[in-house]
């Protein structure tokens, strides 16, 4: 017995989420290139529905969020009752951690993946393994060879943040095939509507198949509805039925449901983004590379840098310079990767004076 409450065993091992600064002390005009928000900014349609929401903040949402699931439905050709909406997907993920997870179970992720993985296994009171990645990518036979008889959950971000890197359709379903059929694969698909390559999908065609996939995504990144914290899960009828049971009865706000229907519905500002994303996208990982400088291969909307770790030329060097200039880039230590740095793509004037600050940095001319 002690004299004062204390958390349940593993909440005190949880190294706290710490996001991507957001300010640059004695700077003008900062850019803030470290949260993976999109310059574009949300639809237009979206704002005034958000607007139009904020006259009956006397009423409580629709607990069920059926509009927005209808919507989501419309959108990719799904039953709307499979579908669970939440604030944001790492609110998802928890709920799917406290629905699956006990006491003594383990759940896997890639070395590099979103640091709510752990977060959410340790709260439910279960371990978190890691599998190693090669060349920054999850790798399928390392997930496999990780599950053990207390394997309960194996998370995959798809592509994965702060890497950037994906695998294949082909590797996902063979993935799952190598699981037994009572562990649940959660494919976090946060950066899925950026993604430009023939062989990846989402996850939707294998939750539509399956009895234990679930596919995560978000209203964050390129709907930039980031403030609203909105996310939805797609799965069998079976796991929405287990999450519903164990999610907030209004867990949505009501303006997020009104924005979330409305930007979804606006495929032009959805376009519009992509298009911006993957010009700059291209342009950011050439610059950078010409400067003498690593950058993983990304198919989101960042880029992961990497620094030698020669003084006066590391990451936190860099970041430092960086800030000073108010360009703000991600720091990404905590997820293992000391020597890099994780930048937006932004806009225009953004992404060109990064690149010219990093060459300033490293000393080279213009």
Request: glycine residues 6%.
């Given at each position: 017995m002690t004299d004062r409450p204390q958390p349940r065993p593993g909440v005190l091992d949880i190294a706290p989420y710490i996001p991507g600064k957001s300010s640059a002390p004695g700077v003008a005009k900062v850019f803030k290139l470290s949260s993976n928000e999109t310059?574009?900014?949300?639809?237009?349609?979206?704002?005034?529905?958000?607007?139009?929401?904020?006259?009956?903040?006397e009423d409580y949402p629709d607990g069920a969020a059926t509009a927005l699931r209808e919507a989501i439905g419309q959108t990719f050709g799904l039953d709307p009752a499979r579908i669970v909406c939440g604030a944001g997907?790492?609110?998802?993920?928890?709920?799917?951690?406290?629905?699956?997870?006990k006491d003594g179970d383990e759940a896997i992720?890639?070395?590099?993946?979103?640091?709510?993985?752990?977060?959410?296994?340790?709260?439910?009171?279960?371990k978190p393994v890691v599998a190693p990645e090669t060349d920054y990518t999850a790798n399928v036979?390392?997930?496999?060879?990780?599950?053990?008889?207390?394997?309960?959950?194996?998370?995959?971000?798809?592509?994965?943040?702060?890497?950037?890197?994906?695998?294949?359709?082909d590797e996902v379903?063979?993935?799952?095939?190598?699981?037994?059929?009572?562990?649940?694969?959660?494919?976090?698909?946060?950066?899925?509507?950026?993604?430009d390559r023939n062989d990846y999908e989402a996850g939707i065609e294998l939750v539509a198949t399956s009895e234990n996939v679930v596919m995560c995504r978000t209203f964050s990144k390129i709907y930039g509805l980031a403030a609203l914290r909105l996310g939805w899960m797609y799965g069998p009828a079976h796991i929405v039925d287990a999450v519903n049971r164990v999610r907030g009865p209004f867990n949505v706000n009501a303006p997020a449901i009104a924005a979330g229907i409305a930007a979804i519905r606006d495929t032009a500002h959805v376009e519009k983004a992509r298009a911006h994303n993957k010009h700059w996208l291209a342009w950011l990982t050439e610059e950078i590379r010409e400067l003498g400088l690593k950058v993983t291969p990304s198919v989101a909307n960042f880029v992961l840098i990497h620094f030698p770790e020669t003084p006066g030329r590391t990451a936190k060097e860099a970041d430092a310079f960086l800030t000073k200039r108010g360009l703000i880039l991600r720091g990404v230590a905590g997820y293992k990767l000391p020597h890099a740095l994780r930048m937006t793509v932004g806009g225009e004037e953004a992404n060109?004076?990064?690149?010219?600050?990093?060459?300033?940095?490293?000393?080279?001319?213009a």
């Open positions: 310059p574009l900014g949300p639809s237009p349609h979206a704002i005034a529905a958000y607007n139009e929401a904020g006259k009956h903040l997907s790492d609110d998802l993920l928890n709920l799917i951690a406290r629905a699956y997870l992720h890639a070395t590099h993946g979103f640091l709510v993985y752990p977060i959410a296994t340790l709260a439910a009171g279960a036979d390392h997930l496999l060879s990780a599950v053990t008889a207390k394997t309960r959950v194996v998370f995959l971000a798809n592509p994965n943040n702060p890497t950037g890197t994906y695998i294949s359709f379903k063979r993935l799952h095939r190598g699981l037994p059929p009572h562990v649940l694969l959660v494919l976090d698909a946060a950066y899925a509507e950026y993604v060109r004076l990064v690149v010219a600050a990093l060459r300033d940095f490293l000393g080279k001319a």
